[in-house]
C-alpha cells in the first residue's frame, strides 16, 4: 500500500502528538484519577484513546483566526476529580514545550510555528504537501 503525501504527514504529525501524550501521562498520570470509563494508559492501539490524556490536532483553515490554516491542537484531561486552573496551565505549558521538540524532531525539515490560542496551540508555517 503507497501512502499519499497527506497521510504520510499526519503520520508523523501523530507520531509527535503520541510523543507529547506519552510525556505528559508520565508526569501527571499518577496525580489523577480517570473517568470511569476511560480505558487505562496503553490498553488501546491509539494513545489519545486511553490514559489521562488525549491530544490531538485538526487541519483549519483559519478564516476567523488571526494565524490562518494550519492544525489546531487540542489537549484534553479525561480525569474524574477537577483539574484547578493552576494546573491545567501547567499542562498546556508542558504540552507546548514537549510539543515544540516533538514536530522538530518529526519534521526537521521543515519550518513550522506554534503559537498559543487560548486553550490550544495552532500549528502553522511549511504545510506543504511537495517535500
Given at each position: 500500500m503507497t501512502l499519499t503525501p497527506l497521510e504520510k504527514w499526519e503520520r508523523r504529525l501523530r507520531q509527535a502528538l503520541d510523543k507529547v501524550d506519552a510525556a505528559l501521562e508520565d508526569k501527571y498520570g499518577a496525580h489523577?484519577?480517570?473517568?470511569?470509563?476511560?480505558?487505562?494508559?496503553?490498553?488501546?492501539?491509539?494513545?489519545?484513546?486511553?490514559?489521562?490524556?488525549?491530544?490531538?490536532?485538526?487541519?483549519?483553515?483559519?478564516?476567523?483566526?488571526?494565524?490562518?490554516?494550519?492544525?489546531v491542537v487540542e489537549l484534553r484531561a479525561a480525569s474524574s476529580q477537577p483539574i484547578s486552573d493552576r494546573q491545567r496551565e501547567a499542562m498546556l505549558n508542558d504540552a507546548g514545550e514537549l510539543l515544540v521538540?516533538?514536530?522538530?524532531?518529526?519534521?526537521?525539515?521543515?519550518?513550522?510555528?506554534?503559537?498559543?490560542?487560548?486553550?490550544?496551540?495552532?500549528l502553522t508555517g511549511d504545510l506543504g504537501l511537495s517535500h
Open positions: 489523577f484519577r480517570l473517568r470511569p470509563n476511560r480505558p487505562e494508559r496503553g490498553t488501546t492501539a491509539n494513545a489519545k484513546y486511553d490514559g489521562l490524556f488525549s491530544v490531538d490536532a485538526k487541519f483549519t483553515m483559519g478564516y476567523t483566526s488571526e494565524f490562518g490554516a494550519g492544525y521538540e516533538a514536530l522538530a524532531e518529526a519534521f526537521p525539515e521543515r519550518r513550522l510555528e506554534l503559537h498559543r490560542d487560548g486553550s490550544h496551540y495552532r
